[in-house]
C-alpha cells in the first residue's frame, strides 16, 4: 500500500520537530555548558547533562559541541571569575583555578555518563541493530563505512568494544562519510567536494537583508554601549558561531543552507542587541540623554563625538524600526513557500534556481503547485497529453492527480521498459534534477556512451519487428542486458534534454522548485539527437 500524503503528515511532522528540537537543543546546550562553568549545582550539571544528551540524539554532528566547551573553558579560565559550587545554602565560592579545573573535569564525566546512558536508553540498551528474531533478514541501507582515518578508527574501537549502539555507530560513520563528497551546486558551479565559501554566500542569500543589518546593528549597539561588559557573558554565543562556521567553511556537504541553522538562535539573541538602541526613541530616554549631553559638554566641549551621540542613536533606534518592518514583510510576502526564500542580492525567489539547489530550495515540495498550474494551463484534461516531469523527491507525483509522462529523476519507480519518445509539449523539471540531477546523469564524455545506447536500441528495436531475431537477440545478451540499457539511456537522455534548457530561461514555475518549459517538437529533437550541448 502507498503512504497517501495525509498518512504522511504526521512523520513529516514529528521530523520538522525533531530539527527544530536541534537547532534549539545546540544553543541551549552551549548556554547550559557555560552557565554549569560558573554556578555547580545538581541542577545546572543534570540539566546541561540533559540538554547536551539531547542534541547528540537529535542530530548526529552534535560532537561539534565538544570544541564549542573546549573554548568557552579557555576563555573561562582565563578570565579567572570565581566559581559557586554546592546545594542550596551550602553553597562555597571556588576561586582557585586549579580546585575550579578539578570541579569541571567531575563536570565534564557527568556530562559524558548521562550522554551515554541516554543514547544507550533510546535504543533499549542493545548493541545490534536489528532484533535477535530477524538476524541474517535485515540489512543495513549500505555498506558498513570502511574504517580509515582518525574518525573511522574511533568508529572501529566502539564497533569492536560496543561502546556505542551498532545503529548510532552505523550511522554517525555514514553521516562522515557522506559529508566527505556530495554533489553540489553553487552559483552556476557544480562540484562533488563543495567550495569554502558555500555556506557564507548560501548565509547572505537565504538572510533577509534587514536581518542582516539588524545583526549588525545589534552587534553594534553591544560593543558601543555595553563595552567589555557583554563580551564576556557572549562567550557561548560567539563560540558555537565561530567553532560552527569554522567546520561550515571546511566541509564538503555542500547539499543545503539547512545545516546553518543551529547558529541562528545565537546570531537572532546578538541581534537582540539592537533594542538598545529603541531607548533613545523615548521620550524619558530623550530627556536622559539630553542632561547627560548637557554635562558631557561641559566636561568636554571639545569632544563633538559626544554632543552628537544622541542624533546617532535615535537614528539608529528608528533604522532598527524600520528593518523590522522590513522584515516582517519579507516573511509574510514568502508564505508558504519559505524554503525557497531568497533575498533581493539573489533576485528574490524566482532567481533561486540560479544560485542554490537541494534542500536550499528544491525538497520535492511543489507538487500541488504543480498540480494547480497544469489545471489552470488545461493541460490535466482527457487527451490533453504532452506534460513530461522529472522530479527531485519522493513523494508520488500521481498521488496528487498529476499525469504526465515521467522521466528519469531523483527516484525511478517505473519498470525497466523501452524508453517512450519525446515530443513537444510541457517539460516540467525540478531544480535540483536542473542543477545537480542532471549533471550526474550526463556529462560531456558521457556523449559516446549516449550514442552507443542510441545505437544499441534501434538494434533492439530492428530485432523486436521479427520474432526468432528478437529471441535469438535475447539469448546472446540476456534479458538484464536491456533493463540495464533503458534506464541508462532515459538518464542519459534527461540529462542532454537538462543540459539543452539550461542555456534558456523557464517559461514558468510551479511554486518556485518545478522549473516549466514549452517545447516544440524541433526544439526536443535538437536536445536529444542534434549536437552534443555545452555543460
Request: hydrophobic share 50%; net charge positive; glycine share 10%.
Amino acid at each position: 500500500m502507498v503512504a497517501s500524503p495525509r498518512r504522511l503528515a504526521p512523520i513529516a511532522g514529528a521530523a520538522i520537530l525533531l530539527a527544530l528540537y536541534y537547532v534549539m537543543a545546540v544553543s541551549a546546550a552551549a548556554g547550559a555548558m557555560w552557565t554549569v562553568m560558573h554556578r555547580v549545582t545538581p541542577f545546572t550539571v543534570l540539566g546541561g547533562a540533559v540538554l547536551l544528551a539531547g542534541a547528540f540524539l537529535s542530530k548526529l554532528s552534535a560532537p561539534i559541541l565538544v570544541p564549542v566547551a573546549v573554548l568557552m573553558l579557555i576563555v573561562r579560565m582565563l578570565a579567572g571569575r570565581p566559581m559557586s559550587a554546592g546545594v542550596g545554602a551550602r553553597t562555597i565560592l571556588v576561586t582557585d583555578r586549579g580546585r575550579q579545573a578539578a570541579v569541571l573535569v567531575g563536570v565534564a564525566i557527568v556530562f559524558a555518563a548521562v550522554t551515554l546512558a541516554l543514547i544507550w536508553a533510546s535504543y533499549g540498551f542493545r548493541y545490534s541493530a536489528f532484533a535477535a528474531g530477524t538476524t541474517g533478514h535485515d540489512t543495513f541501507l549500505g555498506q558498513t563505512p570502511p574504517e580509515h582515518g582518525f574518525t573511522g578508527r574511533l568508529f572501529g574501537i566502539a564497533r569492536q568494544w560496543h561502546l556505542l549502539p551498532e545503529a548510532y555507530i552505523y550511522a554517525s560513520s555514514l553521516t562522515v562519510q557522506f559529508s566527505s563528497e556530495r554533489a553540489a551546486f553553487l552559483n552556476g558551479q557544480f562540484s562533488t567536494t563543495g567550495w569554502w565559501w558555500y555556506f557564507p554566500y548560501a548565509f547572505v542569500v537565504k538572510t533577509t537583508i534587514p536581518g542582516l543589518l539588524v545583526g549588525a546593528l545589534g552587534v553594534w549597539a553591544l560593543i558601543a554601549r555595553r563595552g567589555r561588559a557583554w563580551m564576556y557573558g557572549a562567550t557561548p554565543l560567539v563560540a558555537l558561531v565561530a567553532v560552527y562556521g569554522a567546520f561550515a567553511l571546511t566541509t564538503h556537504l555542500n547539499i543545503g543552507h539547512r545545516h546553518l541553522l543551529p547558529i541562528y538562535p545565537a546570531l537572532c539573541v546578538l541581534a537582540g542587541g539592537a533594542a538598545l538602541w529603541l531607548d533613545a526613541l523615548r521620550p524619558q530616554a530623550r530627556a536622559a540623554d539630553t542632561r547627560k549631553g548637557r554635562e558631557r559638554r561641559k566636561e568636554r566641549s571639545a569632544n563633538r563625538h559626544e554632543a552628537a551621540a544622541p542624533v546617532w542613536r535615535k537614528a539608529a533606534g528608528a533604522a532598527t524600526l524600520l528593518l523590522l518592518g522590513w522584515h516582517v514583510f519579507e516573511s509574510i510576502a514568502i508564505r508558504p513557500d519559505y524554503l525557497a526564500y531568497f533575498n533581493e542580492l539573489a533576485g528574490g525567489p524566482s532567481e533561486g534556481y540560479r544560485h542554490l539547489a537541494d534542500s536550499s530550495l528544491d525538497w520535492g515540495q511543489d507538487l500541488p503547485a504543480l498540480k494547480r498550474w497544469l489545471d489552470e494551463a488545461g493541460l490535466q484534461r482527457p487527451g490533453a497529453g504532452g506534460v513530461y516531469l522529472s522530479y527531485f523527491g519522493t513523494a508520488r507525483p500521481e498521488r496528487y492527480g498529476i499525469q504526465a509522462t515521467m522521466l528519469a529523476g531523483f527516484v525511478d519507480r517505473r519498470p525497466p521498459e523501452p524508453p517512450v519518445p519525446l515530443g513537444g509539449g510541457v517539460y516540467c523539471i525540478s531544480a535540483t534534477v536542473l542543477d545537480v540531477i542532471g549533471r550526474l546523469f550526463y556529462k560531456p564524455e558521457d556523449e559516446s556512451r549516449y550514442q552507443a545506447a542510441i545505437a544499441n536500441l534501434t538494434a533492439f528495436a530492428r530485432a523486436s519487428e521479427d520474432e526468432r531475431a528478437w529471441a535469438a537477440l535475447l539469448q546472446k545478451t540476456g534479458e538484464q542486458y536491456w533493463r540495464d540499457l533503458f534506464r541508462q539511456y532515459d538518464q542519459l537522455r534527461t540529462g542532454r534534454l537538462v543540459a539543452f534548457l539550461r542555456q534558456r530561461p523557464p517559461d514558468a514555475m510551479a511554486g518556485y522548485s518545478i522549473l516549466i518549459y514549452r517545447l516544440s517538437d524541433a526544439e526536443v529533437e535538437r536536445a536529444v539527437n542534434g549536437p552534443a550541448p555545452s555543460w
